[in-house]
């Protein structure tokens, strides 16, 4: 069985400073991993995803993600951060490339101080 | 427009009601999806459809059905709510032919309270 968990449901961070998302994943098989950002009043949308190519992911908005299967992480970061970027964030997993089989975590929701 | 619709955005009925959200796309894509959202528990998979003859069960799908009328269109059904079903629903979809297995494109959410 998989699972994923995110450290801190809310971060708060100033404008231009760095972004820092943390999720652990437990998968029994290598996983498939993602983070999406649910803006206010909308839906999810998928900044990015991991499914076993290269390490380090790039995903929209600046935002990236690194796998690190030794520390079973999958954190997202953004260098600066922008008020834009104020939403809640989810990391997901998923141990087959299926819409199906795939678990949420509880969210992150990000703040950015002016 | 939205690509994909959820109506409608907000209800607020009695316990023991029917209740029917659904759900259209415009993006052609073959599966659907609905997902529940509540507070500090992430998004879980109530239903899905791979295509309009294919549904499926998923994580939490007691007290639900759901209806694929056509591939664009995907509702969900509360036949007799209660009031541990108050959450914010979603509508997903996803594209078989692309190979992008997770969900891409989300509705806005429909609020659901019971009373």
């Known amino acids: 069985a998989q699972s994923v968990t995110q450290l801190g449901s809310h971060v708060s961070v100033s404008e231009g400073a760095l972004v820092l998302l943390r999720c652990n994943y437990s998968s029994s098989v290598p996983p498939y991993l993602f983070w999406y950002v649910q803006y206010p009043n909308q839906g999810l949308q998928l900044l990015l995803k991991?499914?076993?190519?290269?390490?380090l992911v790039k995903g929209i908005n600046g935002f990236e993600a690194e796998f690190k299967k030794s520390e079973t992480s999958f954190h997202l970061t953004k260098p600066s951060a922008h008020m834009s970027d104020a939403a809640e964030y989810f990391c997901a997993v998923s141990m087959y490339s299926s819409a199906s089989k795939i678990i949420f975590g509880s969210g992150t929701r990000l703040s950015i101080r002016p | 427009d939205a690509d994909v619709t959820q109506t409608p955005r907000n209800r607020i009925t009695k316990t023991g009601k029917r209740i029917m959200l659904e759900c259209s796309q415009t993006k052609g894509h073959d599966r659907m999806y609905w997902y529940r959202q509540d507070p500090g528990l992430g998004l879980r998979l109530i239903y899905y459809s791979f295509d309009v003859k294919d549904i499926n069960k998923g994580e939490i799908s007691d007290g639900y059905s759901v209806s694929r009328q056509a591939q664009a269109k995907f509702s969900l059904s509360l036949e007799s709510a209660i009031p541990n079903q108050t959450a914010l629903y979603f509508c997903?979809?996803?594209?078989?032919?692309?190979?992008?297995?997770?969900?891409?494109?989300f509705g806005d959410g429909t609020r659901l309270s019971i009373l």
């Open positions: 997903a979809t996803s594209d078989s032919r692309t190979g992008e297995d997770q969900p891409q494109h």
């Open positions: 991991y499914t076993s190519a290269a390490t």
